[in-house]
């Protein structure tokens, strides 16, 4: 049987490939994509998951979730988001690609997540790409069917690292309010798995693997390539080293293959902060037993190779004999 999973996601670059492996993988029924606000606006975000589900032709529902974090739902504010000089104007790395509404639902990514968990109890797998505001609203709405979630690969989070605070990763420090109630609530209940910067910064698509994808990757290969072109600007520029890390699709790859990761904890318990100089800060619980994996290393060689077997499965051989100088 096809696992059922949800994407929930904030699309984005790297959102962009965990989607589109997803989407070509055959043993995932994928139910849905929901999107929510984060990379960039939720229009935007929705506008890409349409035009990705276009791109690999597939009738998909794409569902419009939160337009902001929640606490600015809670205070009815909406804070403008624009993660232009890391995802481009677009958010997929200027692409522009076409898209129509076809693949829209009408219901919002809340009952839809709500709805679908409870047609399925302790079957449906969430992947979550994005910040936590959507499965925190829908916790918010219905806690007890939110427990019968048979598991959630969160990218997010991290032990003793941040990338937009000293002590925060993006999506958590985005809605710290939803990863609290994410982890509070469901990690008694739910596997939980936190793919955070401890597992993505471990890995790297690097110039050579561009490169490749551009010369044997049709058309879905080029749009790849281009689309990591700002984003690679971003690493080069921010850190100083050419290639850049694909969060998203390191929890894509932990979800479909456990053999990327090296170094797991688990049965543990998350701690998410929420004060102002912590915000989204996520520590191990001491002493205390919970369902969370956190996935602390990933070894760079099997990413790399899931990740061209998963984008491009015909060309996987070839690639594997492809010399660098
Ligand atoms: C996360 O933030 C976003 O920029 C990426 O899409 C990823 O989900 C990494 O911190
Ligand atoms: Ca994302």
Known sequence: MKRKVIIDTDPGIDDAYAIIAALNNED????????????????????????????????????????????????????????????GADGLGNTNLDYDDHNLANISAIEFIINTIKKYPNEVEILALGPLTNIGLCIEKDLETMKQTKAIYSMGGGIDKGNTTPYAEF?????????????????????IYMIGLNATHSTRVDHNDLAFMLYEGDMIGKIIHNMT????????????????????????????DRNVADKVFTGVAIEVKTDKEHRGQTTIKKDIKANVNVVMHCNPDIFKSLMIKSLFKDKYEKYLKVKTI
């Open 229 to 256: 072109q700002v984003y690679g600007q971003l690493y080069y520029r921010h850190y100083g080293y050419l290639g850049a890390v694909i969060h998203d699709m390191v929890a894509y790859l932990y979800m479909i």
């Open 28 to 87: 995932l029924d994928i139910l849905g994509i929901t999107c929510v606000c984060g990379n960039k606006g939720i229009d935007i975000v929705v506008a890409n998951a349409l035009k990705l589900t276009q791109l690999l032709n597939k009738d998909i529902s794409v569902f419009k979730g939160a337009i902001t974090n929640m606490s600015n739902i809670r205070n009815k504010t909406i804070d403008p988001i624009d993660a232009d000089q890391v995802h």
């Open 171 to 191: 999506n958590y420090y985005y809605d710290e309010i939803a990863t609290k109630l994410v982890y509070d609530q469901l990690q008694d209940h739910v596997k």
